[in-house]
Nanobody, 119 residues
């Protein structure tokens, strides 16, 4: 089993920044993919950003140029630096991890951390 623990959420004004962290523990061997999803009430969880163990990244169009995903393989930790935050970024952010393919039905999940952006 893999345990993912997020931290860093909170309340921030529009235009501000937050940094989320997610530490993985347990059976983390060959945990190639790590990423962040977000979810708002009544909507499906959506991919925000994903990073491979070699550093390849992919972002949702809505966050490109504002969010940066990174990881420290030695610490088994993934980060999400969020800049120029908008009210529409308000959501519960979930850390995710997978070995080969990451999807809503095929990933390990953290418990989620609330990000609220006030306008």
């Amino acid at each position: 089993q893999v345990q993912l623990v997020e931290s860093g959420g909170g309340l921030v004004q529009a235009g501000g920044s937050l940094r989320l962290s997610c530490a993985a523990s347990g059976s983390i061997f060959r945990l190639n993919l790590m990423g962040w999803y977000r979810q708002t009430p009544g909507k499906q969880r959506e991919l925000v950003a994903i990073i491979s163990s070699t550093g390849n990244t992919n972002y949702a169009d809505s966050v490109k140029g504002r969010f940066t995903i990174s990881r420290d393989n030695a610490k088994n930790t993934v980060y999400l630096q969020m800049n120029s935050l908008k009210s529409e970024d308000t959501a519960v952010y979930y850390c995710a991890a997978a070995r080969v393919i990451m999807s809503l039905s095929d990933a390990y999940w953290g418990q989620g951390t609330q990000v609220t952006v006030s306008s």
